[in-house]
């Protein structure tokens, strides 16, 4: 099985940005499509970004396109979320997680998660 670890989260202004990153070890993440999430307190887990085995598939929540890029780099085994244009309603802990599947966006149909980092985005 894989581990992940997220990083890269913080405090930053609205309109601001930050990157993300998710470290796997144990397995090579080049054998899962992986995703982004967030949950905000009191909130649901709800899909941010995913992306395909080799990256040349990705898709996005609506409210997300245009301003957030997922992307991965296989030979580092690490997975990166790019958020710009970041809002106050953004602020949530941001997961990594992967599965075996394509194209998957609810939680369910993901095996394994990192521990999440924090976002914090003030207005």
């Known amino acids: 099985q894989v581990q992940l670890v997220e990083s890269g989260g913080g405090l930053v202004q609205a309109g601001g940005s930050l990157r993300l990153s998710c470290a796997g070890s144990g397995r090579t993440i080049s054998r899962y499509c992986m995703g982004w999430f967030r949950q905000a307190p009191g909130k649901e887990r709800e899909f941010v970004a995913g992306i395909d085995w080799s990256g040349s598939i990705t898709y996005y929540a609506d409210s997300v396109k245009g301003r957030f890029t997922i992307s991965r780099d296989n030979a580092k085994n690490t997975m990166y979320l790019q958020m710009n244009s970041l809002k106050p309603e953004e602020t949530a802990v941001y997961y990594c997680?992967?599965?075996?599947?394509?194209?998957?966006?609810?939680?369910?149909?993901?095996?394994?998660w990192g521990q999440g980092t924090q976002v914090t985005v003030s207005s």
């Open positions: 997680a992967a599965t075996t599947l394509l194209r998957r966006r609810s939680p369910n149909e993901y095996d394994y």
